[in-house]
């Protein structure tokens, strides 16, 4: 296949579910055979190699990078000039100034931090290769937000109770972070759309129940769309513009109503759910152009007593037949990453493949 | 005393201006602190984690209702250290080393807090000496342990080893929890305990204190 030529149409991926792909988000795993992994973060050509091989291992034109969801926020602080070493872990704790506020939200030229330019680096190489396609991540806006404030859900829960900015500093700093998340998630992606992602995974975990309550919305907050519809929108739109198709993944607990808006009005190529959700029922919430992902409980693989290898088998078989009985266009895979745990590695890798074929016989 | 209905109603409903005021307006009439925490502050927050299980309450709920409570918490506690009054269990709580997720440890930590429990709060990214430090140093009856990773979750066990190297793994309960942790997990590893959620794992501490 060539995909040297953008962009992908919707039908590509409709294609591959129409032939029954199976693929994990199993870069990580893929990572951690390297003799020194984690210096494969944030080296291009290295990441480059290692997203390849999970890619061809699991007989997937989607080459799907590191789910690394902290990138945009180490971006973010190094334009905030946070010392290197707190950047992961720092949390604003009180309202901008408007001029800080700008110069967080401005364009930039690029990726700033090793991990980032990595990533985007890698996406070039990977758009060199003809049977791969190059697809981008990044953190959603509101999955950001969360990360930049010490206790964003009460803040949250505030301002779907009609608490507004100026009524309190810690909502006040709620709609300033988001303002910044969503300026860092456009920067991350255009950066990924230049160095060629045809397709971007979008990852909004927190855009769920426990962040955003379902009380709320029902007593008419429009908290959920302030916070998650409305900058992941633009996102879309500036995907849409530059012809860079969306995959869109949340793996946390979802009601309807979010998972309608997530399929219907972000309406994505793909949308990839967690493992608490049954795919066939929100089949019928979804379009018959967008290919359910997922959604076997990956996060549980460490443990065979938790999720033993016949559970795996019997989630696999069972997730199969009732997509298959409900029609809805599907590619069966991992609820969220599967990340690399070294004293389970031997147990997560043969449910991998346990998933991959359906049987335990590995 | 209608302030103890009032201060009940602004924790259930998660509104802290009217805690703070109810709480406020008890001391001033003269109600004692402890039995403000007994009689309104503990039975607001058993019912927000009854209203929880049957999940007509959320998380930010029960996040609104210990900001709430906590707010009042801050106008008791000048008047329980001048009286010498305490609050009788003590519990440390952190997310275990590698983990920068605390808002799970978070919610724990307000629901406990609001049950009445006296609660430090290590943070997240806590390596194992520092649980070590704090339970010598503290003497609490409880180790609450959190991850939401399952890379991280092996920091669990190394938590209760280093409890067990220093000498203090039988001075104190230790309870786990995060996404990843189930209970065959928390057996293997040698915890006392695991809860799935917040008003589980206070339910779990009153059973350990109980003797069940």
Redesign the interface.
Known sequence: MDHSNPPIDRAFYLELAARGLRMPIGTDLAMHEESEPEEVRDNGDALARVIARAARRWGTPLAVPLMDLRLEKLDLMTIAGVPEEERERYHFTAPLEQAALEKLCAEQDGPLCPGSRARDEALARIGAQPDLVPVGMAIGPFSLTTRLMADPITAAAMAGSGVEAEDAEEVKLLWQCLRMAEAAVLRAVRSQMRHGAKAIMICEPAACTAFISPRQLKAGSNLFERLVMEPNLRVKAALEEAGCNLIFHDCGELIDPMVEAFAQRIHPVVLSLGSSHKLWEDARLTPSDVVLYGNLPTKSFYSDGAMPVEEVVRRTQELAEKMKACGHPFILGSECDVLFVAEAQDAIRKKVEAMMTGTAAV | MTQFNELYDAILN?DAKKAHAATQAALDAGAEPMTLIAESMVPAMDEVGRLFEQE??????L??AG?AMKGAMELLRPRMTASGEKLSTRVVIGTVKGD?H??GK?IVASMLEGSGFEVIDLG??VPAEKFVAAVEERKPQFVCMSAL???T??AMKTTIDALRSAGLRTRVKVLVGG??V?M??AQ?IGADGYSENASGAVGLVRNLLAGA
């Open positions: 998660g007509e309450y959320f998380v930010p709920e996040l609104l900001r920068l605390d808002i978070n997240a990214d990773l399952t890379v979750m092996p996404a990843p189930t065959q997990y293997e």
